[in-house]
């Protein structure tokens, strides 16, 4: 029981030292900051530019704009919170079931990998900032089945493209795991190559592929908040945190509770992740 509710006490943990760091810098840090020869070394920490937890907190349950019937601002980062997390998942799922076969692939010929491989790497070196335009771009002239490529799929295929990476490099690294003695005793009892994936090389991969899936998860979430922020995509966290960025002018709490938002976010994937590695506990370690 304790085991399995370690990551829901460990994200709670994590965001209460967050917010003691963030109270302490306000209190012992000064005010306008550090500045050396023009330069500022420290920010600064006055309520303009850093409110207080409490204060963050308590603007959740103010109105979003000043007209009557708004809703809640706590509400409108929920409801952004949960349409960025759809892209992000699903981004998860096309990035997870490239990379699986792409790793697939590269096992079974040692020519794929070696050709297939620095491309993989060099693929991500690719600021995202740059990505997000043109993959926007691109996308406008798609049609599928006949139906007009929409802007939410854009923010999908760049969380995509972002956890592909991670995932293919680590299930490739699971793959390969076995000992080589192993896999020859199931060469040595007549076992094809998908016997041994089915019985040897995937249950071996699970260690690697789990911690993969983890990053690969944190990674979807921060691109589809920057590719909501780079292509302009209304309904996320990422234009919700644009929109009032730029609304605020000497109270910034209603950027930094969507920034609380974003940050839920993030825990909220690293959970999924965390149920999956439940269910997959089992095979840690197994080779049969």
Known sequence: MISRSRPVLTAVAAFVLLAVAWELAKLV??????????????P???????????????????????????????????????FTLGLALGGLVIGGVFGVLLALVMQRSGLVQRAALPYVVASQTVPLIAVAPLVAGWGGRIQILGMA??????VMVISAYLAFFPIAVGMLRGLSSPATADVELFHSLAAGWWTTLLRLRLPASVPHVVPAVRLAAAAAVVGAIVAEISTGTRGGIGRLIISYAQAATGDPSQM????????????V????????????????????
């Not at 840090?29 to 420290?42: E, Q, Y």
Request: proline share 7%; charged share 15%.
């Open 29 to 42: 840090l000064p005010a306008d900051g550090v500045l050396v020869g023009g330069t500022r070394l420290l």
């Open 256 to 267: 930094y509770a969507a920034i609380l938002g974003a940050a839920v976010l993030g825990l």
């Open 44 to 82: 600064r920490t006055d309520d303009a530019a850093m409110p207080h937890v409490w204060t963050v907190l308590g603007r959740l349950g103010d109105p979003e704009v000043a007209a009557p019937g708004a809703r809640p601002i706590g509400v409108a980062v929920a409801s952004g919170a949960l």
């Open 269 to 288: 994937a690293a959970a999924a992740v965390a149920l999956l590695d439940v269910g997959l506990k089992r095979y840690r370690g197994s080779v049969g």
């Open 149 to 154: 490529w929409q802007p939410w799929t854009s």
